[in-house]
């Protein structure tokens, strides 16, 4: 039996691995344009980083690692997501004592457990930014503008901020006990999830997407209403800020992360374009996060966005990447050796002076071969047959609109230049 790819993964082949790198510039060039230096952490870590950083009582920790233990019994996880990790990084290489704050973004592989659907992968690749070491609403903005920018730029435009605060663990405990006093009339109508999360983590029950759950909560107090004033004032600056900037959101009481290291500003883009999963990226302050990994109390806020979501609301929308990876010249040779020895050379001189070159390595006919450099969409078919050899010249065929003329070996990559 063959070997097929495990399940949830997907094979990128090489018509959209051109679309990923264009994709991928972009968004290395926005980086630097915005100012973020680019970080690559390990692909897996310690799992207690991602059981403290992420949150024991997430779907992630408890359901989606791909945990195990290595030759040396370590428990190691594959990352699946980076924030914890840049921050891990941060601490770790001490970047705190070397500015007031730093910008920092990432691209890469990501794993989870997740049942494969359309849109979910068991590997997919986030690209994020974090701004760590500063509380100020700005770096909140900025990133929420970021993400608004990149969608502007490769003309996505049906797009919602949907913006929210959760405070922070001063507002939320009392709002914690308010949400569990208006759920616990129906807590056994809520699911199995929910009934769980009702002690542990009862925000997240406002998070629920199943029906039963969402009938439960709505009308139930809402977090933005119950904010210190010190959050209060900075979910205030954050609206002012993206208001100034021209940018729409709308206030969604039902964005939350209910893990007490996430504070404050929490947003997600989402499109309708795509449905059931929707969300194209999503992001939020977590000043508590270092101190849970680390010994540092270090406030941050950061982003992470799904590539592969990116392409699926491309395609949603129609729009796609053009790619001009097309041949400048596809060389052409009868089946005998100084005809390819003499293709050669001239492909590893046009080669060497920078011009996309595609040599046929088959023994099929002229014609054949001239078809195949149509079908490569070759702007010149270079021929070298019997009487091309005879007089030390090829045959050059403009592909477009099949004029023809000979010219020496020596001068075709002048021409080609020029042409
Ligand atoms: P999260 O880290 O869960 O906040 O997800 C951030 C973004 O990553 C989402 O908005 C999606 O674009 C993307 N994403 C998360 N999980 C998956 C997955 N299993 N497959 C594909 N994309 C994902």
Same mark, same amino acid.
């Given at each position: ?83 914890? &990790?840049? @921050?891990?990084?941060?601490? $770790?290489?001490?970047?705190y004592?070397? %500015? +007031?704050?730093?910008?920092? /973004?990432? !691209? ?120 210190? &004033?010190? @959050?209060?004032?900075?979910? $205030? ?5 993206? %208001? +100034?900037?021209?940018?729409? /959101?709308? !206030? ?9 290291y ?25 000043d508590g996060l270092m101190a849970e990994?680390g010994d540092k109390d270090i406030p ?72 195949? &450099? ?46």
């Open positions: 039996m063959s070997i097929t790819r495990p399940r949830g993964v997907n094979d990128l082949l090489p018509e959209t691995t051109a679309k990923w790198r264009e994709v991928e510039a972009l968004l290395h060039l926005m980086a630097e344009e915005y100012g973020f230096g680019e970080i690559r952490t390990p692909i897996f870590e310690q799992t207690m980083l991602f059981a403290r950083g992420v949150g024991e009582t997430t779907d992630i920790v408890q359901k989606e690692m791909y945990t195990f233990n290595d030759r040396s019994d370590r428990s190691l996880t594959l990352r699946p997501e980076n924030t914890a &990790a840049v @921050c891990r990084a941060y601490l $770790e290489n001490k970047l004592g070397q %500015a +007031a704050n730093h910008k920092l /973004y990432y !691209l890469g592989p990501m794993f989870r457990y997740e049942r494969p659907q359309a849109g979910r992968f068991r590997q997919f690749h986030q690209f994020g930014l974090e701004i760590l070491g500063t509380k100020s609403p700005l770096a909140d903005a900025e990133i929420i503008a970021f993400a608004c920018d990149f969608f502007r730029r490769i003309g996505v435009d049906d797009l919602k901020v949907h913006l929210n605060s959760v405070g922070c663990p001063n507002c939320r405990s009392a709002y914690r006990s308010l949400l569990q006093d208006f759920l616990q009339p129906n807590l056994d109508a809520l699911c199995g999830d929910c009934q769980n999360r009702y002690e542990r983590n009862p925000l997240r029950i406002l998070d629920c997407k199943k029906e039963a759950c969402a009938l439960h909560y709505q009308g139930a107090p809402k977090i933005s209403d119950h904010l210190c &004033a010190e @959050c209060a004032e900075h979910f $205030e600056q954050v609206q002012q800020l993206l %208001a +100034a900037a021209g940018l729409k /959101y709308v !206030l969604d009481t039902g964005l939350v992360r209910g893990l007490d996430y504070t404050k500003t929490a947003f997600e883009i989402r499109s309708e374009a795509i449905g059931a999963q929707s969300a194209l990226c999503g992001g939020g302050r977590y990994i941050g806020i950061g982003y992470a966005m799904g590539i592969e979501r990116v392409f699926q609301v491309l395609a949603a929308v129609n729009q796609d990447i053009e790619i001009d990876n097309h041949p400048d010249a596809y060389i052409i040779s009868i089946d005998q050796p100084e005809a390819q020895k003499s293709a050669f050379a001239l492909a590893n001189d046009l080669r060497k002076a920078g011009l996309k070159t595609e040599l046929n390595f088959e023994a099929k006919s002229i014609k054949a071969q001239l078809k195949a &450099a149509n079908n490569a969409k070759a702007a010149w078919a270079i021929i070298i047959a019997e009487n091309e050899l005879a007089y030390g010249k090829a045959t050059l065929k403009n592909m477009a609109n099949s004029e023809q003329l000979e010219l020496p070996f020596g001068e075709i990559r002048a021409f080609l230049f020029g042409a």
